[in-house]
């Protein structure tokens, strides 16, 4: 999804943003990029996602031992779980 990207000139000194605001003296614009806040909340809630999704497949392999001569069982399982996860979170949706 294609988030629209905002070019503004916002004060480096004092943080203004193309708004007369009281100027602490040291006034230089630049250009920044901003994103609506629905956006990056969407943005957010879906790395939070992620983030929580992988969480949980690093924490299997790190508590889970297997037992003598299932090692390979279970690290098929485990692959399994993160080719799930995957599929819940393609690249680029």
């Known amino acids: 999804m294609e988030v629209p ?3 503004i000139w916002q004060c480096v000194g004092c943080g203004r ?3 007369p605001q009281p100027c602490v003296g040291i006034c230089r614009d ?3 990029e901003f ?3 629905a956006a990056h909340d969407a943005a957010m809630a879906r790395l939070s996602g992620e983030i929580e999704a992988l969480r949980e ?3 299997r392999i790190a508590t ?3 037992r003598t001569g299932e090692s390979e069982r279970t690290w098929k399982a485990l692959q399994a779980r993160a080719r799930e996860v995957l599929m819940e979170f393609p690249p680029g949706a």
């Open 5 to 7: 990207r905002y070019n």
């Open 17 to 19: 943003i193309e708004d």
């Open 30 to 32: 630049v250009r920044v």
């Open 35 to 37: 994103v609506p806040a």
């Open 57 to 59: 497949i690093v924490r």
């Open 64 to 66: 889970t031992s297997p």
